[in-house]
């Protein structure tokens, strides 16, 4: 299992959120281009980047930005979701060496959107679904959707989507621990890899992940805990190496 660094850019700045809300923002750093250097200089294998302001506005606002980090690092696997909205976004991201591109709000409105984007783009897409309560939240959380998150997770693998990145939302930048026990429900709902989310707060967090029997949760995204210093990224990695066989 991976350990991938989260760089949230909100106004062209590394930002973290609690729970979302656009009004809890905390500035990790005013260069994020600087921050992708350090994850991989410190061995970071992939990048989770968010763009917020596109998420909010429906199409893409701080591409330079990331655009920068694909092109500084060829060779590194970065998933990029906010405001991917249309294909022509897709393909840019792709030209410049974006390995996933996620789709969130727009895979619950318009399913078949991740269909198309899944025949034309095999292998690179990424499916979002921010859940609480079992429930599907769109519009950058700000909504609840009636939608089961199991089944739309089974229907996006019968698209062909790559992984799913699941995040609880209620526990997503409050350092409350994450939800390991849905996380693993839904891993095991499906065949297709799983991407945990969402609430990691210390080292205890990836110990348990890696220790739950869902073999098909590949990685997890943290975000605040790394900007705080709870968790020091090259000793996760390592304790999560520690427990592949």
């Not at 809890?24 to 994850?39: H, K, L, N, R, Y």
């Not at 945990?196 to 205890?204: L, W």
């Not at 997890?220 to 999560?240: C, D, N, P, S």
Request: glycine share 10%; aromatic share 4%.
């Amino acid at each position: 299992m991976i350990v991938i660094p989260a760089i949230d850019l909100k106004d062209g700045k590394c930002v973290r959120l609690r729970q979302g809300g656009m009004d809890e923002v905390t500035v990790f750093s005013e260069d994020p281009v600087a921050i992708a250097d350090q994850w991989v200089e410190a061995g970071a294998k992939r990048l989770h980047i968010v763009d917020l302001d596109g998420a909010t506005l429906g199409g893409p606002v701080n591409r330079e930005i990331i655009h920068s980090i694909a092109e500084n690092h060829p060779d590194l696997e970065i998933q990029v979701g906010g405001g991917i909205r249309d294909e022509d976004t897709v393909q840019a991201y792709l030209d410049v060496g974006v390995q996933y591109v996620i789709i969130g709000t727009k895979a619950v409105s318009a399913p078949h959107f991740v269909n198309d984007l899944c025949l034309e783009f095999p292998g690179h897409i990424i499916v979002g679904l921010d859940a609480k309560d079992g429930k599907v939240a769109i519009d950058g959380w700000s909504k609840l959707s009636h939608h089961d998150v199991v089944d739309m997770a089974q229907h996006f693998e019968a698209d062909g989507v790559a992984a799913i990145v699941f995040t609880d939302i209620s526990r997503d930048g409050m350092m409350q621990g994450l939800n390991v026990e849905s996380t693993a429900e839904l891993s095991a709902a499906i065949h297709i890899p799983v991407i945990a989310s969402g609430g990691v707060t210390d080292e205890n967090d990836i110990k348990r992940l890696c220790e739950c029997d869902e073999e098909g949760i590949i990685g997890v995204i943290v975000g605040r805990a790394l900007y705080e210093g709870t968790i020091e990224f090259e000793h996760a990695q390592k304790l999560a190496d520690s427990y592949q066989s």
